[in-house]
């Protein structure tokens, strides 16, 4: 069935899918982690998820890109997040999972209040 913007309705999200069945969800590499972490620390966690879900249908291309450009990024994140920036961006279930850690980890943050280290 379609919704009135034409989409199917009635469709659950992949987590509530992954969840539904038991499966574990998808582990970010640490670089990822550390970045998320970073992010949520310099409270730019909404501005992050905002700017990553509106660019979302462009990650596989993105990824293309970075890897185009590996001769520049790779000296610049180092290889370990070289390769965590295109593994997050290339595979769809590890760019939602980067995106789910980034909101945990700011409901965390907010949770703690604002004078907490």
Do not use: C, N, W
């Amino acid at each position: 069935m379609l919704d009135g913007l034409g989409a199917p309705s009635g469709l659950a999200a992949a987590d509530d899918v992954a969840a539904a069945v038991g499966a574990a969800p998808t582990p970010l590499p640490e670089a990822a982690e550390r970045a998320a972490q970073f992010i949520v620390s310099r409270g730019l966690a909404t501005p992050a998820v905002l700017f990553l879900a509106l660019h979302r249908p462009l990650a596989h291309l993105s990824s293309q890109a970075v890897m185009a450009g590996s001769g520049l990024l790779a000296p610049l994140f180092g290889l370990e997040g070289f390769r965590a920036l295109y593994d997050t961006l290339s595979q769809p279930e590890t760019f939602d999972a980067f995106l789910d850690r980034l909101e945990t980890l700011s409901h965390k943050d907010a949770a703690a209040g604002p004078g907490a280290p």
